[in-house]
């Protein structure tokens, strides 16, 4: 079982950034493939970004290709999802997820974080 926890949501003004955090915990953590997913008001969940378990290869969704960066530190077992650029169409709950890395661009994780409110202003 893993355990997810997220940080670093809030409010901006689009052009503006932010960083989140999340943290796993639990056995099997180290090796993950974590990523990051959204769902804006009123529409269903899509993945944001993921990061494989050893932190060499990534994925982005078109829509945030150029603007968003995932990272990852396996000393912490933390993934990062810097956010440049915001626009009002971001705004979104985002979840933290873990699980195998080949799946998430498809929209599947085994494990989630509680999700975390991002707002972006116009």
């Known amino acids: 079982q893993v355990q997810l926890v997220e940080s670093g949501g809030g409010l901006v003004q689009a052009g503006g950034s932010l960083r989140l955090s999340c943290t796993a915990s639990?056995?099997?953590?180290?090796?993950?493939?974590m990523g990051w997913f959204r769902r804006p008001p009123g529409k269903e969940r899509e993945v944001v970004a993921a990061?494989?378990?050893?932190?060499?290869?990534?994925y982005y969704a078109d829509s945030v290709k150029e603007r968003f960066t995932i990272s990852r530190d396996n000393a912490k077992i933390t993934i990062y999802l810097q956010m440049n650029s915001l626009k009002p169409e971001d705004t979104a709950v985002y979840y933290c997820?873990?699980?195998?890395?080949?799946?998430?661009?498809?929209?599947?994780?085994?494990?989630w974080g509680q999700g975390i409110q991002v707002t972006v202003s116009s």
């Open positions: 997820a873990a699980g195998t890395f080949y799946y998430m661009p498809r929209g599947y994780g085994d494990y």
């Open positions: 990061i494989s378990g050893s932190g060499t290869t990534t």
């Open positions: 639990g056995r099997g953590a180290r090796e993950i493939g």
